[in-house]
């Protein structure tokens, strides 16, 4: 490694304003259906197959009041919350949505859809005479379907007990499972017949019968038990809803979540604030720590404190305890005046943030640490710092669920579906227009990527059932929304256009071209086995453009369940092993036997041996030049 470069003389936007005045507030799976037998549910003696078919629905309220059936439906009437966070958790915010679902959009993905239809009349035709004898099966009581048995919409017994509902559904399940044959049978290719099948499947999951009231079980049941509360409160939360939650069903109650008094409570302080950011030093928990700091760059898209969640699961307090000296950067959440900040401002900060730490550390250079869109930035500076001849500033890379391969990104997720040439634009204008890509417009487009978990699910258990959403710290910071910038926005799409991490000049940072190919640094990559937002053969090729040598990691978790992986959880595993096969299905076979647990201890071995030497751990943060502003999490991350 060449030698440092001099130390630098202070940012220049290095000034320190005093903090704002603000409040703190708190921050699909394809269903194939299965041909089952209908088991009885419940005690005593049930309608015959043809009596319960002909049951109205005043009927169906009858019999989940019986008492044999009631009992087994308790849990059912309930809808734990921890149900409905642990769906929402896998669905959290990430690059997925920049672009947005436009109608024309979904009028499009229909027209191909319909014009399946029209060029292979024959097949559709046999496909709906195959619905129609299913029809008939289920009009004599003669159909086996079922729902899956994860399918929690028809968990409640009384899809099965009461003939009337039992029809419903199993209409319901013979039009998915033809509608989901004739695509998969029609002349459609590529991209067109992911279209038709993303269409379809928003049009399915609108049309389940759990989604109305007068045909949902467990509703029915909640009104009259409740005497009409229940619809009452539901009424309530759908109007509140409408009026601040742009008509979109809340996923969680942030109320109990306080910032700095029961999430994000490491202790540190601020130690540097400019316009862009705030960089937080974290207090050493040992005697000793390591020379070499980690400077951790997360993503504009979302608020720092991911990695900073209650203690227990706080990967802040877990590198403290490493007796690594950390600094993270909290973004500043901008508004339409800062328009203007793009990949290049966002590039110059990382630097400004690296030359503290370097400072204060006393050390020559830093390690540093990319989650997902800040792992685009850090790759950014990264090849920024080659062609500038400063590379030397940073030694080792962490990168954690973060795709640069951006068609890798396109080819495995929904959003590829609708990634063409005049969505980006569009996409791109109406930034430009508001300056801002504002945070609700994400997780609004992203929920109709996913509307079965991040719709529907809450449409019934805050409107149907008239319960609250759960309190759940990992979704009260996924719902504290940031804005991106019009222009970072805008560079963002370029990526997606132009790929430039593996094509060099593509992109350029500060007016010198990028070439990711010009970077030497040790890489640790993690990546989840059931990441649907970053997929892990993507975060394998981000191993790969760092050289063979690289260490990957796979952990069997989701995306932020990757990232926020402590140890502890008995059904943890992860594989780890060297970058060293080219495709990364090869790599996984080569891999070894998996290793139980979370893979933090792992990465608190291989961060040890690349930081430097063991010194005593400083007695205060912050330095002479950089003094202590006020403690984490300080104050750009309560901006609202």
């Not at 859809?113 to 008939?136: C, D, I, Q, W």
């Not at 690296?354 to 850090?378: E, F, H, K, Y």
């Not at 609708?418 to 508001?434: E, H, M, Q, V």
């Amino acid at each position: 490694m060449s030698q440092p470069p001099a130390m630098p003389a202070a940012p220049s936007g290095a000034e320190q304003p005093a903090a704002p005045a603000v409040t703190p507030r708190a921050p699909r799976k394809p269903r194939a259906s299965r041909a089952k037998s209908v088991a009885a549910v419940g005690q005593g003696a049930q309608p015959s197959e043809h009596e319960a078919a002909k049951q109205p629905l005043k009927k169906a309220v009858k019999t989940v009041a019986k008492p044999a059936v009631k009992k087994a439906v308790i849990k059912a009437a309930e809808v734990p919350a921890i149900e409905l966070a642990v769906a929402a958790e896998r669905h959290t915010l990430a690059v997925t949505p920049l672009i947005g679902v436009r109608p024309r959009d979904l009028l499009g993905a229909a027209g191909t859809l319909l014009k399946a239809v029209l060029r292979t009349p024959f097949k559709a035709g046999m496909h709906s005479g195959n619905y129609l004898r299913e029809l008939y099966r289920i009009a004599t009581g003669e159909s086996e379907l079922a729902p899956a048995a994860k399918d929690k919409r028809f968990a409640d017994p009384t899809w099965q007990s009461n003939g009337f509902l039992r029809a419903l559904v199993q209409s319901y399940l013979a039009g998915e499972r033809e509608l989901s044959a004739f695509i998969e049978a029609s002349d459609l290719e590529g991209a067109d017949k992911g279209r038709a099948r993303f269409v379809a499947s928003l049009l399915v999951d609108a049309l389940a019968p759990s989604n109305l009231l007068l045909t949902n079980p467990t509703a029915l049941r909640k009104v009259l038990d409740t005497g009409g509360m229940s619809l009452l409160q539901g009424g309530r939360q759908l109007a509140r809803d409408i009026l601040h939650n742009q008509g979109m069903p809340s996923q969680v109650d942030s109320e109990p979540f306080k910032l700095g008094e029961n999430i994000a409570t490491a202790k540190g302080e601020v130690v540097f604030r400019n316009k862009m950011f705030e960089l937080l030093q974290y207090a050493p928990s040992t005697p000793n720590v390591f020379e070499r700091p980690l400077v951790m760059s997360p993503p504009q898209i979302n608020k720092y404190y991911a990695v900073d969640l209650s203690p227990e699961k706080s990967l802040i307090k877990w590198v403290q305890d490493s007796g690594v000296q950390l600094f993270v950067i909290s973004w500043r959440n901008p508004t339409a005046k800062q328009r203007d900040w793009g990949l290049s401002d966002y590039v110059q900060c990382l630097d400004q943030a690296v030359d503290v730490a370097r400072q204060i550390s006393g050390s020559p250079d830093v390690n540093m640490w990319g989650s997902c869109s800040g792992g685009i930035t850090l790759a950014a500076y990264l090849g920024w710092l080659a062609a500038v001849g400063e590379s030397a500033k940073v030694a080792n890379t962490c990168w954690a669920v973060c795709v640069l391969d951006m068609p890798s990104v396109m080819d495995a997720t929904s959003i590829g579906l609708i990634a063409t040439p005049a969505a980006l634009a569009a996409a791109k204008a109406n930034s430009r227009r508001k300056g801002v890509l504002s945070g609700q417009e994400m997780a609004r487009m992203f929920a109709w990527l996913r509307p079965n978990d991040l719709i529907w699910n809450y449409w019934v258990n805050n409107y149907l059932l008239g319960n609250k959403p759960p309190a759940f710290d990992i979704l009260a910071w996924n719902s504290d929304t940031t804005r991106l910038p019009a222009q970072l926005h805008a560079d963002y799409l370029d990526l997606i256009q132009h790929n430039p991490f593996s094509n060099p000049n593509k992109l350029w940072v500060r007016g010198l071209p990028i070439d990711l190919g010009q970077v030497q640094v040790g890489a640790y990559v993690v990546g989840g086995t059931t990441d649907h937002i970053t997929p892990w053969q993507g975060c394998y090729g981000t191993a790969r453009l760092f050289g063979e040598q690289s260490t990957f990691v796979l952990s069997n978790a989701g995306h932020l369940q990757s990232l926020v992986n402590p140890p502890g959880n008995p059904k943890a595993h992860f594989y780890a092993a060297s970058a060293s096969q080219a495709d990364a299905e090869d790599w996984l076979a080569a891999a070894g036997e998996r290793q139980q647990g979370s893979w933090w201890p792992h990465w608190r071995q291989w961060i040890g041996e690349r930081s430097g030497v063991s010194r005593t751990a400083p007695k205060s943060l912050g330095s002479k030049k950089y003094p202590a502003l006020c403690a984490a999490p300080g104050t750009y991350v309560l901006e609202r």
